[in-house]
C-alpha cells in the first residue's frame, strides 16, 4: 500500500528513498483503538483522520504515514482485531472446539470488534470496499475456523460429511450477532455474577448446534 507523504521531492536516480525509523507499534495500536472510540462515537460518516489523530495523540502526519485515507484506516482496523480470533485449538471432541470456537467468537464481539462490526455492517450496504473487508476480515476467518472444526469432526466420526462447512460458520456468526447485537436481554438472561452475556449465549447456542451438525452434547 504506498503511504501518503508530506514532500514532493523525489529521490535522485539509482537511489532509493530513506526508509526513516521503523513504525511504532505502539502508535499503530493507539490509532486503531481510536478509530474503534471515534466510529461508535460518530458512525463512519463523522469519522475524520483528525479525530482519530487527536484521540490517539498523534499528529495527522503520522496516521498518514501508516494509512492514507480513512477508508485505509477503518479497514486497518477491521483487520487488526480479526486477527485475534487466533488459531482453532484441537480440544479433541466436536462439543469442545466447537465451544472454544463459540467463546472466541463471543469474545470478539463483545470487545472492539464488535463495535467495529456494528459500523461496518450498516456502512457496509453502499460501501463496496468496507463490504469486502467485513467479509475477508471478520466472516473468512469464522469460516475457515469452521472449516477445521468440521473436519476434525468427521475425521473421527462424531458427525457425517457436510456438503459445504461454511453453513456452520454462518450458525456461529448469525447466532451471535443475533444473541450479543439484536436480542441482548436474551443473551442476559440467564446469567449469573461470574459469567456474561457471551457465556450465557454459548451455553444456549451449544446443544441447537450440535444438533444441527447431527451430534449430540456429551
Not at 498523534?58 to 482496523?77: C, F, H, N, P
Request: with cysteine; aromatic share 2%.
Amino acid at each position: 500500500m504506498a503511504e501518503r507523504t508530506d514532500s514532493n521531492q523525489t529521490a535522485p536516480a539509482g537511489r532509493q528513498p530513506a526508509r526513516g525509523r521503523p513504525r511504532d507499534a505502539g502508535r499503530d495500536r493507539a490509532l486503531l483503538e481510536a478509530t474503534v472510540q471515534v466510529l461508535q462515537e460518530s458512525g463512519y460518516g463523522g469519522l475524520t483522520t483528525a479525530a482519530v489523530a487527536k484521540r490517539a495523540g498523534v499528529s495527522t502526519a503520522t496516521l498518514y504515514r501508516r494509512w492514507r485515507s480513512k477508508e485505509d484506516l477503518v479497514v486497518g482496523t477491521a483487520v487488526r482485531w480479526a486477527s485475534d480470533l487466533g488459531p482453532q485449538p484441537d480440544t479433541g471432541s466436536l462439543e469442545g472446539d466447537l465451544a472454544v470456537l463459540l467463546r472466541d467468537k463471543a469474545g470478539t464481539l463483545q470487545g472492539p470488534g464488535g463495535r467495529l462490526l456494528h459500523v461496518l455492517i450498516g456502512e457496509a450496504a453502499h460501501n463496496e470496499a468496507l463490504a469486502r473487508v467485513l467479509d475477508t476480515a471478520i466472516i473468512q476467518p469464522v469460516r475457515d475456523r469452521a472449516a477445521t472444526v468440521v473436519r476434525r469432526a468427521v475425521d473421527r466420526g462424531d458427525i457425517p460429511p457436510l456438503k459445504d462447512s461454511h453453513v456452520l460458520a454462518d450458525l456461529v456468526v448469525g447466532s451471535m450477532v443475533s444473541r450479543l447485537f439484536l436480542t441482548p436481554d436474551a443473551a442476559h438472561a440467564g446469567t449469573t455474577d461470574d459469567s456474561s452475556s457471551g457465556d450465557a449465549a454459548v451455553r444456549e447456542l451449544l446443544p441447537f448446534l450440535l444438533r444441527a451438525l447431527g451430534a449430540q452434547p456429551c
